[in-house]
Structure formats: structure tokens, C-alpha cells
């Protein structure tokens, strides 16, 4: 038991109370966990619309481009619809496939699909930063820095996805990872403002 003792000058009293001391351990710091992912917000992006292209490219004049056209209006259960029966091997139906279910926020399908995308055609650089946002979605991070890192070596200049990769590092608590991608990214993309920002904020942490 501790006293604590507060004296009142003008009467000269003691007032007097018991207090009791719990000893115990500090909770420990939580784990980083995973950003929360809208997918409106990569949707938003203009690797959206890169995705959308290179698979109405591999389109071409088949049963695809219905499917790709939905997809681009974000109708997704009318891209569903227009995917069903088509050849699930092709890169352009995974690639759409992917996109469609990312949209419907079925991140494990998404995942699925783009993996199949990414293996199909290794340069397929909206399908790997898009498998990135399934995995973190999902919560796994490494996953989504590893897909990501497969964007950046398909397309030196995606700077989504090297700002993708900062988050990532940041959240996990490994500053150093980020800078070293920051100044990668700035390497390929000197004048990007992105970049030159998420050097900033490291620097005046």
C-alpha cells in the first residue's frame, strides 16, 4: 500500500488514501496486420485500365471481348456471364478472370486466376500487381510484395506498384526494404513525384 499525503495549506489537514499497485506485464504491441483493401481503390487506377487493355488486345475478335467490355463497365456478373464455357488456359480469360473476381471481392479466386495469368505470359505486368492486392487482401503480405516485385520486373516503370511495395515494407516495419525500393523505382522513373515523396516521408521519420 502507498499513502499519498496532499496537505491543504489554509487548514493545515492531511488527507490520507489507500491505493493499491497492481504489478503486471505491458501488453504486447499488436502485429502489423494487413491494410484494408477496397478494391474501388486499385480498380480506380490506371493499371485497371492497362489490364483492361491487354486483355482486350488478347482478345482479339473472339467470345472474349464481351467479357473484357463488362468488365471494363465493372458489370461484373455480366462479365461472369460472358467468361462462362470460355478456354480457362488462355491468359487473356485468366487475366479478365482475375480481374472480375477481384472486383466481386473474391480475393482467393482472384489470386487463383492471376497466378494462372502471370505463369501464362511472365510479362503480364497488371496481373501481377493485381495478384499483389489479392494477396494483401487476404492478408498476406509477403505474398502481395513478392507478386509485386514480379510487376516491377515485367515492367521497370509501374509505379503503382513500386508504391505498393513501399506500403507494404512500411507496415511491416522494415524501413530499410522500403527505401531500397523507393530508390529502385527512382532509378527506372528519376523525375516521378510518387517516388521522390515516399523518400521524403522516410526521411523525416
Not at 479478365?96 to 495469368?117: F, I, W
Request: hydrophobic share 45%; net charge positive; charged share 25%.
Amino acid at each position: 500500500m502507498f499513502r499519498c499525503h496532499l496537505a491543504k495549506s489554509l487548514k493545515e489537514a492531511e488527507l490520507q488514501r489507500d491505493v493499491t499497485i497492481v504489478l503486471g506485464t505491458r501488453p504486447p504491441a499488436p502485429a502489423p496486420s494487413a491494410q484494408a483493401v477496397d478494391p474501388q481503390d486499385v480498380l480506380d487506377g490506371d493499371v485497371f485500365r492497362q489490364a483492361i487493355a491487354r486483355a482486350r488486345a488478347q482478345a482479339g475478335s473472339g467470345l472474349l471481348v464481351g467479357a473484357v467490355a463488362a468488365a471494363r463497365r465493372r458489370a461484373w456478373s455480366e462479365a461472369d456471364r460472358a467468361l462462362s464455357g470460355l478456354d480457362e488456359n488462355q491468359p487473356g480469360v485468366l487475366l479478365t478472370t482475375g480481374v472480375t473476381r477481384y472486383g466481386q471481392r473474391d480475393y482467393e479466386r482472384a489470386a487463383v486466376a492471376l497466378r494462372g495469368a502471370l505463369a501464362a505470359d511472365p510479362a503480364d505486368a497488371p496481373a501481377a500487381f493485381f495478384l499483389g492486392w489479392a494477396h494483401r487482401a487476404r492478408g498476406d503480405e509477403r505474398g502481395a510484395i513478392g507478386a509485386w516485385r514480379a510487376a516491377v520486373v515485367a515492367d521497370p516503370r509501374l509505379v503503382p506498384a513500386y508504391l505498393a511495395m513501399y506500403d507494404a515494407y512500411v507496415s511491416l516495419g522494415k524501413r530499410d526494404l522500403a527505401r531500397q525500393v523507393v530508390e529502385a523505382g527512382l532509378r527506372e522513373l528519376p523525375d516521378s513525384t510518387e517516388l521522390h515523396d515516399r523518400i521524403a516521408r522516410l526521411d523525416r521519420r
